[in-house]
């Protein structure tokens, strides 16, 4: 009769597992002035891209991305070849702050920093043209 139960428990709960599907991350300004944060170190957890130029006051409401509230989870980021960033650990750009150049790639922010971000500045830079 265990058996019987068991089995019919299983199928039960197999029949309202929904799959589970993550967003997609919007595309990255093909200008190259954009940012790419993550909630994980190295990358990891979920993720969005931030588009600029961007002066997002507070991070609790970011608007355009899958996870909207990036108030005190980026951990690790990635800065656009055209793009330059500035974090800071409370809103209104205030307080301590990071600068991260163009081009760059953050696996692990610095401890005084990471996962304290509130604000964050996302400006556009001009690349150097290249003469051939």
Same mark, same amino acid.
């Given at each position: 009769?265990?058996?019987?139960?068991?089995?019919?428990?299983?199928?039960?709960?197999?029949?309202?597992?929904?799959?589970?599907?993550?967003?997609?991350? =919007? #595309?990255?300004?093909?200008?190259?002035?954009?940012?790419?944060? $993550?909630?994980?170190? %190295?990358?990891?957890? +979920?993720?969005?891209?931030?588009?600029?130029?961007?002066?997002?006051?507070?991070?609790?409401?970011?608007?355009?991305?899958?996870?909207?509230?990036?108030?005190?989870?980026?951990?690790?980021?990635?800065?656009? =070849? #055209?793009?330059?960033?500035?974090?800071?650990?409370?809103?209104? $750009?205030?307080?301590? %702050?990071?600068?991260? +150049?163009?081009?760059?790639?953050?696996?692990?922010?610095?401890?005084?920093?990471?996962?304290?971000?509130?604000?964050?500045?996302?400006?556009?830079?001009?690349?150097?043209?290249?003469?051939?």
């Amino acid at each position: 009769m265990w058996q019987r139960f068991s089995i019919v428990a299983i199928l039960q709960v197999a029949a309202c597992a929904h799959p589970v599907t993550h967003p997609r991350l =919007r #595309a990255p300004n093909p200008n190259g002035c954009y940012a790419i944060v $993550f909630e994980e170190p %190295s990358f990891g957890g +979920a993720g969005d891209v931030l588009n600029g130029p961007a002066r997002l006051n507070g991070l609790d409401q970011v608007p355009e991305t899958n996870q909207g509230n990036w108030r005190r989870r980026i951990r690790s980021l990635r800065v656009g =070849r #055209a793009a330059a960033v500035t974090a800071y650990v409370d809103t209104a $750009f205030k307080r301590k %702050s990071q600068h991260f +150049a163009p081009g760059t790639e953050h696996p692990q922010l610095d401890p005084a920093i990471s996962a304290r971000i509130q604000s964050l500045e996302l400006t556009c830079v001009d690349r150097p043209s290249v003469r051939r």
